[in-house]
């Protein structure tokens, strides 16, 4: 069975970090593009971030460049995403996605 669990959200105050994982079985996650999205209230799913399967090559939204970090450890089927110097603005529930497989999202809140 494939899953995807995401963790490490919550609620931060505004200039705060905050850590998200994603924790990978069922599939060779080690073969996989993976990718982080993110959905605020009334709003699109949006890519946030991609790595590729090896991690060698990431790419981001220009509005987390500089900011957020993709990362993974194949050895432990994990997907990291590293959010600093966080906003308001980055309020949103996360996914991790890696082809046809989605996690069911972590709660972001960034509020004082």
């Known amino acids: 069975q494939v899953q995807l669990v995401e963790s490490g959200g919550g609620l931060v105050q505004p200039g705060g970090s905050l850590r998200l994982s994603c924790l990978a079985s069922g599939f060779t996650f080690r073969w996989y593009f993976m990718r982080w999205y993110r959905q605020a209230p009334g709003q699109e799913r949006e890519l946030v971030a991609h790595i590729t399967s090896t991690g060698d090559s990431t790419n981001y939204a220009d509005s987390v460049k500089g900011r957020f970090t993709i990362s993974r450890d194949n050895d432990k089927n994990t997907l990291y995403l590293q959010m600093n110097s966080l906003k308001p603005e980055d309020t949103a529930v996360y996914y991790c996605?890696?082809?046809?497989?989605w996690g069911q999202g972590t709660q972001v809140t960034v509020s004082s």
């Open positions: 996605n890696g082809g046809a497989y």
